[in-house]
């Protein structure tokens, strides 16, 4: 299943189970550390460029600063003609820990909408499952450990499914979730996360977390496939692998295409 750009370029989709198709090929947009969200000509044009070279998928965060960004991006795309309308694109935010709790998800994905300049995002993910003492004026980037506490779960869940019932999200997901904190959150969903994002690449291929969101209809999303260089968890492991650059060499692939191909993700 595929959608063709103007550009003629097949974007391969994958069908959720609520919302439109996500598209397989997403452009991310976290840079560490993370930047206040304003004006950054570097993502607005990362994005254009992405845009012109076929992408549909942008993912962004409350916390990564680059909401806005995509928003301006988006809104230049459409008055450029490169794009019909914003509906030809699929935008993924995230709620970010310190906004994880009742009372909070509502007014935290209204904000992101006034940054990308929407009256929706295709989807909308619980950043981690874990909630962040309300932080004084900002999103609190910086984690420590004293301030983060037990999530109410339930309580933000059910703000999520509000958020989706509301139209302002036509699905919803989580991040970073592992199978015993989705077996918990399964046990109380009205509606069940439709994408599950965590890191995978060859060296953490997440195998028992696969099959687990296989078995109950999540579609797992992979983040860093190329490993996570530049990130708090970073490693080269994926890039300066040696057994991989060998069968990038033996195949004439790049190391890139050799990994995202191993790790499942095309």
Request: charged letters at 20%; proline letters at 5%.
């Amino acid at each position: 299943m595929a959608a063709t750009s103007d550009q003629g370029f097949a974007v391969p989709v994958l069908p959720l189970s609520s919302g439109k198709p996500m598209p397989r090929v997403g452009l991310g947009t976290a840079s560490f550390p993370h930047c206040e969200d304003g004006d950054q000509p570097h993502v607005r044009d990362a994005v254009l460029r992405g845009i012109d070279a076929g992408y549909r998928h942008f993912d962004t965060a409350a916390v990564y600063g680059t909401e806005r960004a995509i928003g301006d991006a988006a809104a230049e795309a459409v008055r450029a003609g490169t794009l019909a309308s914003r509906d030809e694109l699929y935008i993924t935010s995230k709620l970010w820990i310190a906004d994880a709790h009742p009372g909070r998800v509502l007014p935290a994905l209204r904000k992101t909408l006034r940054n990308l300049q929407m009256e929706y995002v295709d989807l909308y993910l619980v950043h981690f499952p874990v909630s962040m003492k309300p932080q004084e004026g900002g999103a609190g980037a910086i984690l420590v450990k004293e301030d983060l506490v037990a999530m109410d779960m339930k309580g933000v869940w059910e703000e999520m499914e509000e958020c989706h019932r509301q139209g302002l999200a036509k699905a919803i997901g989580v991040s970073n979730f592992a199978c015993k904190k989705l077996e918990y959150l399964l046990s109380f969903a009205q509606i069940i996360p439709a994408v599950n994002q965590v890191e995978v690449h060859l060296y953490c291929r997440q195998n028992k977390l696969r099959a687990f969101c296989r078995e109950k209809g999540i579609q797992l999303c992979a983040y860093s496939p190329l490993g996570g260089k530049g990130a708090p968890w970073a490693n080269n492991s994926v890039m300066e692998s040696p057994i991989i650059k060998q069968i990038a060499q033996d195949i004439g692939k790049t190391v890139a295409q050799v990994t995202k191909q191993g790790a499942g993700l095309y």
